[in-house]
């Protein structure tokens, strides 16, 4: 487990990494590019759009090819790309080559997916996919570090260069030939049936959680030029990215461990954590104190955004027999709401005010835990 989880990690925390540094870098960005919240909003409503067309076929190509072909390359073209974001020199440049950044995430994701169904035992795929979900706060985190880091003294294009840097030095650990786990094998031949009957209720799943994708990566996404409106410097702002993704890390990992035990329910869980998202960015509505909103924050990205690995999980057991297709369709509802999310956060945010895009987080939240309890029946899972 624990090679195939470090890989897994690795890769996504390396294809996300650009993602998040777009919202940490925003306030530069603006001054050096002109790329205001709406026009932040649009790039990454194009990487996560991307994103989601994309997870079908990769899927389907990891269910093919195994895992370690779309890790590989999913990882060794986020570098390439995160090092042309470094030389762009207007939003258009900076918004294809991100954009293109979401067929990376496609094919990470699904290769994870593949692998750990492969490689892991039955009992231990809830700590799996928390782990290898805790990357995309650490992605946030490292992204949030690098506002008083290396943005503040070397510029923000330093930043996008030491995520391609990492990014290449990430493909050393990403197995070339995985081996198939027996006892994984036999289960997936003898889950054909169970897999045509979950399907429609993924779909159905995949909508609601892309409900929730939606306000999470949009929270990520304009937390640090949120904070700023409210009166936070551009150090503590970032910080407070920083200390909420660790919260999500936090609450991925210990979600994961809990996930494996025999009466774990991960979707009643998803629901749960969608509601206190929605308390977290019903609070932040208010003009509340900074401390309070800081708070808040940590609220909405820890609980709000601690759920993906428990949706993968879900999908994942519903569907033994192509879980690299399962997982493609749960990405292709998180990859839409993180296109939609940002772009309705930032049209919101530029028009009205934040007030009225934390409002609207709230709400997605709570549409999200709703429809997952809906979809909860006809899967084949707790």
């Known amino acids: 487990m624990g090679r195939t989880t470090a890989a897994a990690c690795a890769a996504l925390t390396a294809v996300m990494l650009p993602v998040f540094l777009v919202g940490a870098l925003g306030d530069h960005l603006r001054r050096d590019l002109g790329l205001g919240e709406a026009g932040l909003g649009a790039v990454v409503t194009a990487l996560f ?19 370690a072909l779309p890790l590989r390359v999913g990882v060794l073209g986020a570098a390439g790309l995160a090092a042309i974001a470094a030389t762009a020199r207007g939003p258009w440049q900076l918004g294809v080559a991100l954009a293109a950044v979401g067929v990376t995430i496609a094919l990470v994701d699904t290769g994870a997916a593949r692998a750990f169904a492969d490689q892991i035992a039955a009992d231990r795929l809830g700590s799996a996919f928390g782990i290898k979900e805790a990357s995309v706060p650490t992605a946030s985190l490292l992204a949030g570090l690098a506002v008083p880091t290396l943005a503040a003294g070397a510029g923000w294009r330093s930043a996008f260069l030491a995520a391609a840097v990492i990014a290449v030095a990430i493909v050393v650990v990403v197995p070339r030939t995985p081996s198939r786990h027996p006892a994984r094998a036999a289960t997936a031949v003898g889950g054909q049936e169970r897999t045509g009957a979950a399907s429609g209720a993924i779909l159905v799943f995949a909508a ?106 879900a999908a994942v057991r519903a569907s033994p027999a192509a879980p690299g297709t399962a997982a493609g369709t749960v990405l292709s509802g998180l990859g839409a709401g993180g296109a939609l999310g940002p772009l309705a956060f930032g049209g919101l945010a530029g028009r009205i005010g934040y007030a009225a895009a934390w409002a609207a987080v709230a709400a997605a939240f709570l549409a999200a835990g709703a429809t997952s309890l809906l979809a909860r029946r006809r899967l084949a899972v707790p």
Do not use: H
Not at 49 to 67: I, Q, S, Y
Not at 244 to 257: D, E, N, Q, V
Not at 277 to 284: C, F, R, T
């Open 49 to 67: 759009l991307v994103a989601a067309v994309a997870a079908p076929v990769a899927g389907r190509l990891a269910e093919r090819t195994g895992p």
């Open 208 to 313: 609601g959680i892309g409900l929730g994708a939606g306000a999470a990566t949009a929270t990520a996404t304009f937390l640090v030029p949120a904070m700023l409106d409210r009166g936070l410097g551009p150090t503590a702002a970032g910080l407070t990215l920083s200390v909420a993704s660790i919260a999500s890390i936090a609450a991925r990992l210990t979600l994961g461990r809990w996930a494996d035990r025999p009466a774990a329910t991960p979707v009643d869980a998803i629901a749960v954590l969608c509601l206190a998202g929605a308390m977290g960015g019903a609070v932040l509505v208010a003009p509340v104190p900074a401390v309070v909103a800081v708070l808040a924050a940590v609220v909405v990205l820890g609980a709000g955004w601690g759920w993906t690995g428990l949706a993968f999980l």
